[in-house]
């Protein structure tokens, strides 16, 4: 089966689902979130299932064993869909698992597929919005002035 088939077949997959797999949204404070610290902490491996999922190992910070989840997390109709079998992304749709991959993504060490293109981003594209990304992450207000060679300027 060729790569293009395989994006293909997924794509349709999803399409044919009931009820569209989930955007994923950021919850409020989730840069301070246990999810988010055990995504950068904990031991862990991610590696392709198919164009759409992943295959996440993470384990705990403070234990070594590791744990299989597959995760759902790929461009769909120009968002950024994500989707785990986990507890934790069932009841309050944001995991570990989930933030890892976003974690890897960001930093340009995962290649998302876009279901639509056929294309493969290694890190999110310039035209992806995702609000509650920036939401807990920047002041829209700096404090201080900041200062320019022309003078300071708010």
């Not at 992806?128 to 002041?139: F, K, N, Q, T, Y």
Request: charged share 30%; proline share 5%; net charge negative.
């Amino acid at each position: 089966m060729s790569a293009e088939t395989a994006v293909e077949e997924h794509r349709e997959q999803i399409a044919n689902r009931l009820g569209e797999p989930d955007r994923l949204q950021f919850p409020t404070g989730w840069a301070m979130s246990t999810s988010w610290r055990r995504a950068q902490a904990a031991p862990s491996q991610v590696g392709a299932a198919n164009p759409a999922e992943f295959d996440v190992l993470l384990g705990y910070v403070d234990d070594d064993g590791l744990a299989k989840h597959r995760v759902l997390f790929a461009l769909y109709e120009g968002e950024l869909v994500a989707e785990c079998e986990c507890d934790g992304y069932r009841f309050r749709g944001w995991c570990a698992h989930v933030a890892l991959l976003w974690w890897k993504w960001s930093r340009e060490d995962l290649a998302v597929t876009d279901l639509d293109a056929g294309r493969t981003h290694l890190s999110p594209p310039w035209w992806l919005s995702i609000d509650d990304a920036e939401r807990d992450r920047v002041d829209t207000e700096p404090d201080q002035p900041v200062a320019a060679d022309g003078g300071t300027e708010r």
